[in-house]
């Protein structure tokens, strides 16, 4: 089955684009988790254990390849996968709301676990929800749904950024961040339910499931074959470890300069 145009699929993945964008910019890896860390005594290495948590957990998406490439359908699959990936986020919400504030340590080992539980399976949810793109988007929708959901989910993260930041003044760090935290996990959640309401109709080209050995083992012609691809894995692996690096910006700014 090649791509068709519906504008509910493509109306759906926009809708989950933004609100992705609305909720990790509440929930914000690169300003206010390192600073609730911080103030719970976490290291400057522990910090940047959380960007680099996400990044690291990316690659467990090449566990899910060889098994969606087999399914004639991905959407109901892409859902539950999507759904136990956010699940963690609202967990963590709860966590720094209702967790042992008396014992920073602890709160920060289970935001931690959980933060770790969420990337691992974002590995898993990014891999489906690609697949269900390339199956269901025509070429000039998936550039439509880059362009205009990278822009539309920037300018709202931006506006939820300084609300988040009013939040943690009006009711304090924890109850503050807390509940944005939260709201964005049970957001994310709601979000990929859109989907339950798009058309799938069975992929025409699966292939015969292999082993994750195999599949790894028949990536080495195309590596070799293909330039492209390898300055692709490239520029990914470069992009990945640069964004380990945005955390402590933050750590930085509140050391030097006495940033709140």
Known sequence: MSPSRDRRTLAAFLTDFINYGVAMSAVSMVTYLPLYLKTNGASDLVIGLVPAAFAAGRMSGVLAAPRLEAKPLVRRWMVAVMLLERLPLALCGLWI??????????MVA????LWVTYTIINGWATTSWGTFVSRSLTRPERGTLSGVGFTLSSLTGLAVVPLVGWA???????HGYGGAFLVAGLLLMASCLVFLRVREEPYAHVKQRVSLAGYLKQMLPVLRADGRFRWF???MALWLMGSTGAAYFTVFAMARFGAD
């Open 168 to 174: 943690i003044t009006r009711f304090g760090l924890a």
């Open 97 to 106: 709301l209702l967790g042992p504030a008396e014992r920073p340590g602890l």
């Open 110 to 113: 289970g935001i931690l676990c």
């Open 233 to 235: 894995l490239a520029v």
